[in-house]
C-alpha cells in the first residue's frame, strides 16, 4: 500500500491553506498519477521476471481502476486475468526428434516430454501435450495467469517503491501547478 504521510498532508495544507481546494486537488492528481505510474512498473517488472513480452502481457492483463476525485481521495488499481497460452513464452518447438522446452521464469527452462506443436490454420499454433496414447487425448497447455505473474513479491515491492517515488515528487509538481494557476 502507498500513503501520503501525515508531515506531507501538513504541509500542502499549510502552503495552501488559502486556495479553495487546494490541497485535495493536489493530493487526486498525485494519487492518479501514482495509479498509472504503478500500474506500468507492475508490467515492466513481470517482464523482467518471466520471458513473456509487455505488448502480450498488456492484451491479457484484466485492471480495475479507481481513480481518486476531489471529493474521495482513494484510489485503487486491481488486475486479473486468465491463464496465458504458452505459446506467449520462450519455447523451443520439437523439431528433429527433439522434445518442446519452455523458459516461463528466466533462467528456469523445462521439458515438456508429451507435448507438440500444431497449426491450427487461420488461428495461428498452439502447443498441446498427449494426456494419454490414445490419438485424441490432447490439451492446450498454459502458464501462469496475468494475476499470478504480477503478484510476485518482487514486482510489487519495485512497483511500490516507484510509486511511492512518484508521490514524494508529484506533490510538489501539484503545488507549484496550483500556486501559478495552471
Same mark, same amino acid.
Given at each position: 500500500?502507498?500513503?501520503?504521510?501525515?508531515?506531507?498532508?501538513?504541509?500542502?495544507?499549510?502552503?495552501?491553506?488559502?486556495?479553495?481546494?487546494?490541497?485535495?486537488?493536489?493530493?487526486?492528481?498525485?494519487?492518479?498519477?501514482?495509479?498509472?505510474?504503478?500500474?506500468?512498473?507492475?508490467?515492466?517488472?513481470?517482464?523482467?521476471?518471466?520471458?513473456?513480452?509487455?505488448?502480450?502481457?498488456?492484451?491479457?492483463?484484466?485492471?480495475?481502476?479507481?481513480?481518486?476525485?476531489?471529493?474521495?481521495?482513494?484510489?485503487?488499481?486491481?488486475?486479473?486475468?486468465?491463464?496465458?497460452?504458452?505459446?506467449?513464452?520462450?519455447?523451443?518447438?520439437?523439431?528433429?526428434?527433439?522434445?518442446?522446452?519452455?523458459?516461463?521464469?528466466?533462467?528456469?527452462?523445462?521439458?515438456?516430454?508429451?507435448? =507438440?506443436?500444431?497449426?491450427?490454420?487461420?488461428?495461428?499454433?498452439?502447443?498441446?501435450?498427449?494426456?494419454?496414447?490414445?490419438?485424441?487425448?490432447?490439451?492446450?497447455? =498454459?502458464?501462469?495467469?496475468?494475476?499470478?505473474?504480477?503478484?510476485?513479491?518482487?514486482?510489487?515491492?519495485?512497483?511500490?517503491?516507484?510509486?511511492?517515488?512518484?508521490?514524494?515528487?508529484?506533490?510538489?509538481?501539484?503545488?507549484?501547478?496550483?500556486?501559478?494557476?495552471?
Amino acid at each position: 500500500m502507498i500513503e501520503i504521510s501525515k508531515e506531507q498532508i501538513n504541509r500542502v495544507n499549510l502552503i495552501l491553506s488559502d486556495v479553495q481546494k487546494g490541497p485535495q486537488r493536489v493530493f487526486y492528481q498525485t494519487v492518479n498519477r501514482a495509479l498509472t505510474n504503478f500500474k506500468s512498473t507492475v508490467i515492466k517488472g513481470v517482464s523482467e521476471i518471466y520471458t513473456i513480452k509487455q505488448s502480450d502481457l498488456r492484451k491479457e492483463v484484466k485492471t480495475k481502476r479507481k481513480k481518486a476525485t476531489v471529493n474521495n481521495l482513494l484510489g485503487s488499481i486491481e488486475f486479473g486475468g486468465n491463464l496465458i497460452e504458452i505459446k506467449k513464452f520462450d519455447i523451443t518447438p520439437n523439431t528433429n526428434g527433439h522434445k518442446v522446452q519452455v523458459e516461463v521464469k528466466k533462467g528456469k527452462k523445462y521439458t515438456l516430454e508429451h507435448a =507438440y506443436q500444431t497449426d491450427l490454420g487461420k488461428y495461428g499454433t498452439a502447443i498441446f501435450e498427449r494426456l494419454t496414447r490414445e490419438r485424441n487425448t490432447s490439451q492446450e497447455i =498454459y502458464g501462469p495467469s496475468a494475476a499470478t505473474m504480477i503478484s510476485n513479491a518482487a514486482v510489487i515491492k519495485k512497483a511500490e517503491e516507484k510509486a511511492q517515488e512518484t508521490i514524494n515528487k508529484r506533490i510538489e509538481q501539484e503545488i507549484t501547478r496550483i500556486l501559478n494557476k495552471y
